[in-house]
């Protein structure tokens, strides 16, 4: 059984203000898009930016098998939101773009508009059948490419820079805050009989503060000396399963000629001893991807993404 998350990089119709500019151009996007997913075969893949919904179903139509679609209800204000991806029927837990209660509105601009939400909805779905079962929640964090007024992706100078990076991770670590809130919702009482993960494009790596964020209790992470020794904290703690990850895998994103993992699964105790495998991109195939630079629209007719899937194998 496969599980993973995969950013699909702007996923629109062609005609519009951010998809493909003509029908080929889109059409290669798809073909190249479903010919992942065929080979990966997940059983449920987490999606961020899907941009039309019709695109979507334009893939799902391109996907060997009985795959089905369910997105979030909550965009940002290009139209992208999560979703899903599954081959078994999945039921709709939450759907929320919800902030942590306490955390008061957040900057967003240097006119001073502020945000009480996040850019983008938070998708959680359940599915079980007779032999296994999982609640998984999709989401994508704030970008940190950054905009600025009047559609630039460059600023007039470093002090602008500067002020509205400090605004995305204000906002970035907000998002975070409210996946960790919504989580342990879902994990419940112990979580060390759960099976939840949490997926997504955090647009961070696993070291940044606002990317741990997500982990809980510190203490026994994989790969630390307290991984093996059962405690308290294991009750509420979601694993980040990259230090599983072959290490010339270990990236989903290349910026300006550097390899970082920016797209994390999460998971539950119960789920870790059911890893055979994970990995980024193609089972057996290490990522290859374009590098990308400061601004999106470059890659406007570009087939396929620029990020990787990431994903786990479990047994069921």
Same mark, same amino acid.
């Given at each position: 059984?496969? $599980?993973?998350?995969?950013?699909?990089?702007? &996923?629109?119709? +062609? *005609?519009g203000? !951010?998809?493909p500019?003509?029908?080929?151009?889109?059409?290669?996007k798809?073909?190249?898009?479903?010919?992942?997913?065929?080979?990966?075969?997940p059983?449920?893949?987490g999606?961020?930016e899907?941009g039309d919904?019709?695109?979507?179903?334009?893939l799902?139509?391109l996907?060997d098998?009985?795959y089905t679609?369910?997105l979030?209800?909550?965009p940002?204000?290009?139209g992208i939101?999560?979703?899903?991806l599954?081959d078994?029927?999945v039921?709709?837990v939450?759907?929320t773009?919800a902030?942590p209660e306490?955390?008061?509105?957040?900057?967003?601009?240097?006119?001073?508009?502020t945000?009480?939400?996040a850019?983008r909805?938070v998708?959680?779905?359940?599915?079980?059948?007779?032999?296994t079962?999982?609640t998984?929640? $999709?989401?994508?964090?704030?970008?940190k490419l &950054?905009?600025? +007024? *009047?559609?630039? !992706?460059a600023?007039?100078?470093e002090g602008?820079?500067a002020?509205?990076?400090?605004?995305?991770?204000?906002?970035?670590a907000?998002?975070?805050a409210?996946?960790?809130?919504?989580?342990?919702?879902?994990?419940?009482?112990?979580g060390?009989?759960?099976?939840?993960a949490?997926?997504?494009?955090?647009n961070d790596?696993?070291g940044?503060?606002?990317?741990?964020i997500?982990?809980?209790?510190?203490?026994?992470?994989i790969?630390t000396?307290?991984f093996?020794?059962p405690?308290?904290?294991?009750?509420?703690?979601?694993w980040?399963?990259?230090p599983?990850?072959?290490?010339d895998?270990r990236?989903s994103?290349?910026?300006a000629?550097?390899r970082?993992?920016?797209?994390h699964v999460?998971?539950?105790?119960?789920?870790?001893?059911?890893?055979t495998?994970a990995?980024?991109?193609?089972?057996?195939?290490?990522?290859?991807l374009?590098?990308?630079g400061?601004?999106p629209?470059?890659?406007?007719?570009?087939p396929?993404s620029?990020?990787?899937?990431?994903?786990?194998?479990?047994t069921?």
């Open positions: 059984m496969l $599980v993973g998350t995969w950013n699909l990089e702007n &996923l629109y119709r +062609p *005609g203000p !951010f998809g500019r003509d029908k080929a151009a889109y059409d290669a798809l073909a190249s898009l479903a010919t992942t997913v065929n080979l990966l075969r059983t449920l893949l999606l961020q899907v919904p019709q695109a979507l179903n334009d799902v139509e996907l098998g009985r679609a369910t979030s209800r909550f940002d204000e290009r939101r999560v979703g899903f599954s078994l029927p039921n709709v939450a759907d773009p902030l306490g955390l008061r509105p957040l900057q967003i601009d240097d006119s001073g508009r945000t009480d939400r850019g909805g998708l959680v779905v359940e599915f079980s059948t007779r032999v079962w999982l998984a929640a $999709v989401c994508h964090l704030k970008s &950054l905009s600025y +007024p *009047g559609g630039r !992706f600023p007039h100078n602008e820079r002020r509205y990076a400090t605004y995305a991770l204000h906002r970035r907000a998002e975070a409210g996946v960790r809130v919504l989580a342990d919702t879902l994990i419940g009482d112990d060390r009989r759960a099976r939840v949490v997926l997504g494009d955090f790596e696993a940044a503060a606002t990317t741990q997500l982990q809980g209790p510190p203490g026994s992470e790969g000396p307290g093996d020794r405690d308290s904290g294991d009750a509420k703690r979601l980040n399963i990259a599983l990850i072959p290490e895998q990236y994103r290349v910026q000629g550097r970082e993992l920016i797209d999460f998971v539950t105790r119960d789920m870790i001893d059911r890893i495998h990995g980024t991109g193609l089972p057996h195939d290490a990522a290859r374009p590098s990308v400061e601004d629209t470059a890659r406007r007719d570009a396929g620029d990020h990787a899937p990431v994903w786990i194998v479990l069921r």
